[in-house]
């Protein structure tokens, strides 16, 4: 008989880890599914991120492409300087 009640306990035992984590998410479950809205500042947050991710790249493109105008206009400017020379 002891035995019997032994195994059944070593079966159920549960780690006071687990405990905590069974009761924390329980609360969370019980205070209304805070899951949706938890997900939702994370997708705001997201795209947020991703704005100004955005938007420095582009100002990077914008810069580069300043750049390469301001090549390509120096480069204009030498070649008609040697078609007037020619």
């Known amino acids: 008989m002891i035995?019997?009640?032994?195994?059944?306990?070593s079966k159920r035992t549960i780690t006071p880890l687990s405990r905590?984590?069974?009761?924390?998410t329980r609360t969370v479950t019980q205070e209304g599914g805070n899951t949706q809205k938890l997900t939702e500042k994370?997708?705001?947050?997201e795209k947020q991120w991703v704005r100004q991710?955005?938007?420095?790249?582009?100002?990077a493109?914008?810069?580069a492409l300043e750049?390469?105008?301001?090549?390509?206009?120096?480069i204009k400017?030498?070649?008609?300087?040697?078609e007037k020379g020619q």
Do not use: G, P, V
């Open 61 to 63: 493109l914008r810069k």
């Open 67 to 74: 750049e390469q105008e301001k090549a390509t206009n120096k």
């Open 77 to 82: 400017k030498d070649l008609e300087a040697l």
């Open 20 to 24: 905590r984590m069974f009761n924390t």
């Open 3 to 9: 035995s019997r009640q032994a195994a059944t306990l």
């Open 53 to 59: 991710h955005d938007e420095e790249k582009l100002k």
């Open 42 to 45: 994370e997708r705001a947050a």
